[in-house]
């Protein structure tokens, strides 16, 4: 499997395990962002550090870890209630991704996860919801 495809399916899989939240509407990854269906989920793939991995006796695989960010989009007005509204959505999302650490063996492991509420930024317009952090350990041979 060629780089493109290894980066690739791990975040295919995060879009998967994302798809089960029942409260996301909309997961959008891999296309133009548009109007979205709230609460929706944006996935962002992020930092790709491989490193030589000296413990194979071949020294062909490398090891290292994949950064991502999730954008929960939740509400287009300031919600009457932080916690019900946004960070209980947020914690789903995060429920997701450490329900199978492994992300449907796409990788080792999931080494850090972390969210902040808060406003959201985007093409001009102004959303409540949060941010969700991740990174995850991987072996890779080209």
């Not at 290894?6 to 998967?16: E, L, P, R, T």
């Not at 395990?17 to 909309?26: F, M, R, Y």
């Not at 850090?112 to 959201?120: A, H, N, Q, R």
Request: proline letters at 4%; one cysteine or more; charged letters at 20%.
């Amino acid at each position: 499997m060629g780089h493109y495809a290894f980066y690739k399916a791990i975040f295919d899989a995060v879009a998967a395990a994302l798809g089960g939240v029942g409260a996301i509407a909309q997961v959008i990854y891999n296309e133009r962002f548009q109007e979205p269906t709230l609460p929706c989920a944006v996935i962002n793939p992020g930092k790709n550090r491989l490193d030589l991995d000296s413990t194979t006796a071949s020294f062909d695989e490398y090891g290292g870890t994949i950064q991502g960010n999730i954008t929960v989009l939740v509400l287009d007005e300031e919600p009457a209630d932080w916690f019900a509204d946004v960070i209980a959505i947020l914690s789903d999302v995060v429920d997701a991704l450490l329900a199978d650490r492994s992300i449907g063996g796409t990788v080792l492991d999931i080494l850090s996860i972390d969210f902040t509420p808060g406003e959201v930024h985007i093409i001009n317009r102004v959303y409540y919801g949060g941010t969700v952090d991740f990174a995850v350990l991987v072996e890779y041979k080209p």
